[in-house]
């Protein structure tokens, strides 16, 4: 004998008990067609298992069917009358026993909270109870439910799978409705613990119950219609799916995305209810497609069960075909008469449409699951041992072990929780021409599989809340491009965030980046700011305008220095030329050469060598040459002296000398440089500080000492040659060179008091360009001063350029 325990109503009235008197039977109301249909599937499974000559040979399985009105009290009450064969119950069947039995296993109930109190209560007797469609996670736990088992997958797997359907359409931000019960709250939490660790957020998480008042499904609606997400994770029971959607129609709530769960997903009922196209384009799971041969035609084929079900039969036939029987108290004049021979195959409801074949599918395996293991208790070959005790425990051990193919070669077998395998089709609700809802397969999930492959979208076109073919985007926030970092707004989820911009030389390549990465010292972060760029290098290079202007100032200057020296050379033997030692003049124009020259050796890009010799070489041409000028001043005011009585001072101040003091300043230089570069010599350097967005290349000075020791050295022969050619001044202005040595020496002292602090405070290649100025500017300082006003005498004046003219006395002058 089996129990059946199932809704063939969906609600009761409500009572007042004054717990004065014995409380009446509930009144059921609703009539659910889905309890029938159920109800017919175990039946038609019995019907074959009775009439199979493989499966239970000689043994009759019968039936007790109770109606528990979706209550969980009648529920406990109903499934105690099974366990105990309480022959006072009404039952929905043709009893072919002659007294009451105990049943053998239970079939049943559909929602996930009767089932949790039913299993409470014959767990202890261990009676097993196999659901068809309770899929609450809270029953697998065996140690509180020992004798639950269920042919529907737990809802751990479709929280997941849910979760993982609203991540792979981008969802962030989502609002979720559920059930008021273990099967809503259950898979709710699930789902939010999963949904949380794929970072989707919640902005609101509401509950109801269909018993609940108006008002509170009027503030759920309140909720929805103030929310920002457009997607609604929808954890409901078909029946209070239908309390919800008249006021969601009422309020013409359209453009929200459902996402919804298996109960509800694929009712047809559901859809029917649905005229306002309120969930058009929802999307969720239900488990796959089945179907066994035979079925659809027995479950349509209806019939009174027996006299005691009349009343129901009544019910269920006047809703079936919209008809009244004349002896139908609730006979309206607006209705026709039903005959009872009504043709169902004529009806299109939610009877005919068969959409629960699945769950129908499931009720059969329970019922093949518990005739698969009597077969093995009894050890039926063509005959059965029928004298054996049937305990309910060995009943139970082997229904755990049994691992069978129904005749269309699905598999039945249940893991040590009581579960079978999880598996969903994913199904999407297309409307179709006529306005009937399309259920439509559009993907499979299959939780055995690798977390990366096991939701699987088919290349079907879905539809989406209002019939849209786009994805609908529900965000707190939209993702942050690359180039810029996510950054929580206070108070709000962790899916709502504002998009900073990077910082200067940081970057992020990927959208919705938490973190910006400093670029290498090297590289600078792009405009964008999603990339890292090499560096800019800079240096003074002779290919801008810059480097070329100052290497024509270079080459102009040597060239002039060329002309200057052919000139002196070409009238060596004038007067003119041979006055204050000419041979000091050769050299000094050589060595202003040199200075000219040694400036090309600033530009370029630095290199080992280039940054040793262009600081020595200026250092040691530019002695060189004020060593000379020097030397020309010192005989200049020396000769003088000399004309004074008894004075023997030209002896040691004559051209072998003047070109040893020449040779002995700059040999000082020559030691201080070569120190420099053993100690402490300079070397190219890539400076990264001064431009955020270039590489400056420079040379670092090694040594600061060195390099200040060689521009102090510098620097003190000039002053000293500009305090000595200051002193001879008033002298004869025929012989006198003094007063052109003195504004050489002050043109070279000005430039190069105002190079330190140009040199320090100038960046990068300026830096540079401020030194070779002053190398430029000093030496055509020299250039021009000292050998200018001698060129002018030579080429334009020949008639001064005698020895009588240079003999010549004439009052001093002063400047």
Known sequence: MLGGIFAFHSSWKDRQDTYMHKPLPLQCTSLNFRGFQIAQAMLFAIEEINNSKELLPGISLGYKIYDTCASIARGVRVALALANGDPAMTALSETPCAKPAQVQAIMGESSSSPCMAIATVIGPFHIPMISHFATCPCLSDTTRYPSFLRTIPSDYYQSRALAQLVKHFGWTWVGAIRSNNDYGNNGMAIFLETAQQMGICLEYSVSVFRKDPPEKILKIVEIIKASTSKVIVAFLSHKDMDVLIPELSHHNLTGYQWVGSESWIFESETAAMDIHHILDGAIGLFIPKAHVSGMREFILDVKPLNSTSQKLFTEFWEKLFSCKFKQSKSSAGNQRECTGHEDVTGVQNSFTYMSLMPIFCNVYKGVYAVAHALHNILRCDKTCNKKMQLDPLTILQHIKKIHFKTKEGDEVY?????????????????????????????????????????????????????????????????????????????????????????????????????????????????ERRDACVKKVEEFLSYQETMGALLTAACLFGTCMTAVVAFIFFRYR?????????????????????????CSLTFMGRPSEWSCMLRHTAFGITFVLCISCVLGKTIVVLMAFRATLPGSDVMKWLGPAQQKRSVLGFTLVQVIICILWLIISPPFPFKNFKESKEKIILECALGSAVGFWAVLGYIGLLAMLCFILAFLARKLPDNFNEAKFITFSMLIFCAVWITFIPAYVSSPGKFRVAVEIFAILASSFGLLICIFIPKCYIILLKPENNTKKNMMGKGGPKSF
Do not use: H, M
């Open 414 to 526: 249940f893991n040590e929780n009581g579960d079978p395998a999880a598996k969903y089709e994913i199904i999407n609700w297309q409307p179709t021409e006529n306005g009937i809802v399309d259920f439509v397969r559009v993907g499979l999930y299959d939780a055995s599989l690798p977390a990366d492959t096991q939701l699987n979208l088919q290349n079907k076109s879905l539809f989406w809340a209002q019939n849209s073919q786009k994805v609908p985007l529900s965000v707190c926030s939209e993702k942050c491009p690359p180039g810029t970092r996510k950054v929580l707004q206070k108070g709000k989820p962790l899916c709502c965030n504002d998009c900073l911009r990077c910082a200067e030389g940081e970057k992020s390549n990927v959208t919705d980046s938490i973190t910006c990465v400093r670029c290498d010292p090297e590289f600078w972060s792009n």
């Open 573 to 597: 033997q004038t007067p003119v030329v041979r006055a204050n030692n000419s041979e000091l003049s050769f050299l000094l124009l050589f060595s202003l050469t040199l200075c000219f020259l």
